[in-house]
Each structure stands twice: as structure tokens, then as C-alpha cells.
């Protein structure tokens, strides 16, 4: 879900933001904002994807073999 809809939303937000930005429409620390929370929703899903590999190792290693 966080890959789907969350990550989308928050790119496109930071899109806004830059925009915005440019046209003198919103500040520095709002545009730095919105760049943290994309970077931090990036972070989140590569953990997930980490955790969920470590995982796999985890059953391959007891189970003596590859799934």
C-alpha cells in the first residue's frame, strides 16, 4: 500500500512544492518539508523490502534450500 498510494501522493506533493517554490508561492522550510516526507516514504519502503528479504533468508537458511 505504501508503494502504491503513499510514495505517488507524496512525490507529487514535492513536485507541487518545487513549483511552488520557483513561483515564490510557498517558503524554503515548507519545500524541505515536503522533501523530507518523500524521502522518509522512500526510506519506509525500502526497510519493508530489506525486512521482507531478510525474512526470506530466515526460511531458506531452515529449510536448507531456495523458495
Do not use: W
Request: hydrophobic share 40%.
Amino acid at each position: 500500500i505504501l508503494h502504491q498510494t503513499h510514495i505517488p501522493q507524496t512525490e507529487l506533493a514535492l513536485k507541487s512544492a518545487v513549483t511552488g517554490y520557483q513561483q515564490n508561492r510557498i517558503d524554503l522550510l515548507t519545500l524541505l518539508e515536503a522533501q523530507r516526507r518523500a524521502f522518509q516514504n522512500r526510506l519506509e519502503h525500502l526497510m519493508y523490502l530489506v525486512n521482507q528479504q531478510r525474512a526470506l533468508a530466515d526460511i531458506e537458511k531452515l529449510v536448507g534450500g531456495t523458495l
